[in-house]
Nanobody, 121 residues
Framework: VQLQASGGGLVQAGGSLRLSCAAS????????LAWFRQAPGKEREFVAA????????IYADSVKGRFTISRDNAKNTVYLQMSRLTPEDTAIYYC???????????????WGQGTLVTVSS
C-alpha cells in the first residue's frame, strides 16, 4: 500500500489541526494503521495506532486526551485529529500501515512521506 500524508502546517499553541493520510490499494481495510512523529534532533516516536476494524486504538501518553486517530475504510484514509497543541508537538508526522498491531515502527511496512506540523508559542 502507498501512503500520502497531508494537512500539516503552522498553528498557534492551543490550536487544532487534522492530518489525513490517503492510501492506494485494495486491501487498505485489512491494515493496521498508525501515526509516528519525528522532531528535529530526536528519534521517531509512536503517536497513535488504530486496528483494521477501528475497534481498538492506542496512544502515546504525551498525546492521550488531545489527539484522536480514526479511519474511513471506504475512503482509504486515516486521520489524526490534534487539539490543544503545544510547541512540543512540533515534528514531521508520518502515517504507517502494516499487518501487525502495536507501538513499534517495526510493525509497519509502508510509510508515507511525512507532513510537517509546527506549533508556535
Amino acid at each position: 500500500v502507498q501512503l500520502q500524508a497531508s494537512g500539516g502546517g503552522l498553528v498557534q499553541a492551543g490550536g487544532s489541526l487534522r492530518l489525513s493520510c490517503a492510501a492506494s490499494g485494495r486491501t487498505f481495510s485489512s491494515y493496521q494503521l498508525a501515526w509516528f512523529r519525528q522532531a528535529p534532533g530526536k528519534e521517531r516516536e509512536f503517536v497513535a495506532a488504530i486496528n483494521w476494524s477501528a475497534t481498538s486504538t492506542i496512544y502515546a501518553d504525551s498525546v492521550k486526551g488531545r489527539f484522536t486517530i480514526s479511519r474511513d475504510n471506504a475512503k482509504n484514509t486515516v486521520y489524526l485529529q490534534m487539539s490543544r497543541l503545544t510547541p512540543e508537538d512540533t515534528a514531521i508526522y508520518y502515517c504507517a500501515a502494516g499487518s501487525q498491531w502495536g507501538r513499534s515502527p517495526s510493525n509497519y511496512t509502508s510509510w508515507g512521506q511525512g507532513t510537517l506540523v509546527t506549533v508556535s508559542s
